[in-house]
């Protein structure tokens, strides 16, 4: 049979054939376009109840989650909470959430989020202010990123104690009376305890601005809302902020934020040191992240063992504290100080106290001083720095020491000295400090605007010791005290 003798629909049925494949292509092409655009679910299938809300903190039953993880409370009108899992019993999952509590109902749905708390950050983060989770908190819009953004989060891996290298090499701080006589070495943990309205704050400014290290971390914890802007604006300044990140977690911040600042500022100051920078890490206050952690360990029902405090307050500072330092493989290094709000001036304070045993010395701020407007209000005869001989050579080492015993001597026998029961010549060492403590005095204090470096702390020290003990004092030789 020819083609021009063929039935007509057997001509017809290549063409056909060919309009078949074309529509079934274009239907599959189609299908995968919708597949593209219809995103999958933002949470698993699987979602739990809300059962009791008590507190701070909620109780969900039907989930799952490890610890750390985080799921999202469904509200009436599109308000839902984002909480974090913090401990889980016989079935139930304690949950706190992130920010103040909406308007929940009983029975409300709970949809885990399958992720874990983390943040992208940068060098773009120098000069800003975020809050504890990571969000800006300046006004100056959001937060750049780009190919380099490293993600962090809050917990980091555990290193074995061979890993860490001591501390090595003085870090400047800019503050006279802490170069000279209190040495920090690149790496090292310092507390400083201080009561309320002492200066602490400015302190901490004062080394932000004009230390020598490359980055700087502020982590401003449970303070006055007031003060975080006084702190950023007033004692930072423009030239602190431009090298530094301020993580900024105020009072009235749920307890899980001001933890979760903590951990954050600790992190960011990782993240720099693993791009081998020397990190300056200001935390104020280690007292006000215990409390937050307090807090929430009361809430999920753990015994108060001491002034309140739970046992996990007490796992948590050196938790925290011992991610500072140095490290196998880095060339940077954290020098951290934890401010410790103590009590009623109350040394013995039980975060005081757990802090002194993790740190490697300690800074304590004198009322007496700062009401005698002596600024820095550094107690010297108080405080002890246990790495500083490792940071400074011989001549600064006896120096310090010579000073140290020279300004111990004029405070035994001050009240002598302020009633007139004491007779000129008696004791010529003291003498010798009596007509030098004008000077000694002007060592120990500094306008906070100021800066005073490392070789000048070191110059300073060593005329004021030639004229209070001697010049036998650099040398080695010792004086006889009264």
């Not at 230390?211 to 809302?225: M, N, Y």
């Not at 604006?233 to 899980?256: F, N, S, Y």
């Not at 993240?271 to 992240?289: A, I, K, N, P, W």
């Not at 000694?440 to 060593?462: I, R």
Request: aromatic share 6%; net charge negative; proline share 5%.
């Amino acid at each position: 049979m020819t083609a021009e003798t063929a039935h007509p629909d057997e001509q017809l049925q290549p063409q056909a054939q060919v309009k078949v494949d074309a529509v079934h292509d274009a239907l599959l092409a189609w299908g995968d376009q919708l597949r593209k655009r219809v995103a999958p679910p933002p949470f698993p299938a699987l979602c739990g109840r809300l059962l009791r809300v008590v507190g701070l903190t909620m109780e969900a039953v039907g989930l799952r989650e490890e610890l750390g993880s985080w799921c999202q409370i469904i509200g009436r009108n599109g308000r839902n909470l984002d909480a974090e899992v913090i401990g889980f019993s016989e079935g139930r999952t304690f949950l706190m959430g992130g920010d103040h509590a909406p308007a929940l109902r009983p029975g409300a749905a709970v949809r885990p989020m399958g992720r874990t708390f983390s943040v992208r950050a940068s060098d773009a983060w120098l000069g800003r202010v975020v809050d504890g989770w990571g969000q800006p908190a300046d006004h100056r819009g959001p937060l750049l990123h780009d190919e380099q953004d490293t993600s962090i989060a809050l917990e980091t891996q555990h290193y074995s104690p061979l890993d860490r290298l001591p501390p090595a090499g003085a870090l400047d701080v800019g503050v006279r009376a802490i170069n000279g006589l209190l040495t920090i070495a690149r790496g090292q943990r310092m507390a400083i305890l201080a009561g309320t309205g002492v200066g602490k704050s400015v302190l901490l400014g004062m080394m932000a601005r004009y230390t020598a290290a490359d980055r700087v971390v502020v982590a401003l914890i449970g303070e006055r809302g007031r003060e975080v802007v006084e702190f950023v604006e007033q004692i930072l300044g423009e030239a602190g902020l431009a090298k530094a990140v301020v993580v900024a977690a105020p009072a009235d911040c749920p307890p899980l934020e001001r933890l979760h600042a903590g951990l954050l500022a600790t992190a960011l100051a990782e993240m720099f040191r693993e791009q081998g920078h020397d990190v300056l890490l200001l935390m104020d206050s280690l007292t006000r992240y215990a409390q937050a952690q307090r807090e929430i360990g009361l809430a999920i029902g753990e015994p108060p063992v001491t002034r309140g405090y739970p046992p996990s307050v007490f796992s948590r500072l050196p938790h925290l504290v011992e991610r500072a330092g140095r490290r196998q493989g880095s060339r940077g290094s954290i020098t951290g100080f934890y401010t410790v709000l103590v009590e009623g001036d109350d040394l013995q304070d039980p975060i005081a106290d757990a802090t002194r045993a993790v740190v490697d010395g300690h800074i304590v701020l004198s009322r007496r001083l700062a009401e005698a407007t002596h600024f820095p209000a550094i107690d010297v005869e108080a405080s002890v720095n246990r790495v500083m001989r490792d940071a400074v050579d011989d001549s600064q080492w006896r120096s310090a020491q010579a000073f140290r015993r020279a300004y111990a001597l004029y405070r035994q026998n001050e009240d002598l000295l302020m009633v007139g029961a004491y007779r000129r010549g008696a004791n010529p060492a003291l003498d010798r400090v009596v007509q030098a403590f004008p000077a000694v005095q002007d060592f120990l204090t500094q306008d906070w605007h100021t800066s005073v470096t490392l070789a000048e702390s070191k110059a300073a020290l060593s005329r004021v010791v030639a004229m209070a003990v001697g010049s036998t004092a650099g040398k080695g030789g010792h004086e006889q005290a009264a």
